[in-house]
């Protein structure tokens, strides 16, 4: 099992930033990659980012690409996700996720093993 804990969300102004962390606890971080989704409300849940076990590959949703930058310190178990220039369509629960290493999609929940739950990101106009 591996248990995340994710922590950052709060109110910020549009064209403002954040930085969200997820800690991870129960297994070895670095056998994981990493992902960060979200969930506006009255929508289904999102890709936003994922990392690679070495953090030496980054995914991003088109949605977010230039704005938010996804990155992992393995000695501190933790993945981060830097969200700069918010929109108000930015508001969502924000959820940190595992993956086993596994061929599949990144960019879907099914390619996930483990979740956090969750941090509330509100933008507010």
């Known amino acids: 099992q591996v248990q995340l804990v994710e922590s950052g969300g709060g109110l910020v102004q549009a064209g403002g930033s954040l930085r969200l962390s997820c800690a991870a606890s129960?297994?070895?971080?670095?056998?994981?990659?990493m992902g960060w989704f979200r969930q506006a409300p009255g929508k289904e849940r999102e890709f936003v980012a994922g990392?690679?076990?070495?953090?030496?590959?980054?995914y991003y949703a088109d949605s977010v690409k230039g704005r938010f930058i996804i990155s992992r310190d393995n000695a501190k178990n933790t993945v981060y996700l830097q969200i700069n220039s918010l929109k108000t369509e930015d508001t969502a629960v924000y959820y940190c996720?595992?993956?086993?290493?596994?061929?599949?999609?990144?960019?879907?929940?099914?390619?996930?093993?483990?979740w956090g739950q969750g941090t509330q990101v509100t933008v507010s106009s």
């Open positions: 996720a595992a993956r086993s290493p596994r061929l599949g999609s990144w960019y879907s929940l099914s390619g996930y093993d483990y």
């Open positions: 990392i690679s076990r070495s953090g030496g590959n980054a």
């Open positions: 129960g297994r070895t971080f670095s056998n994981y990659g």
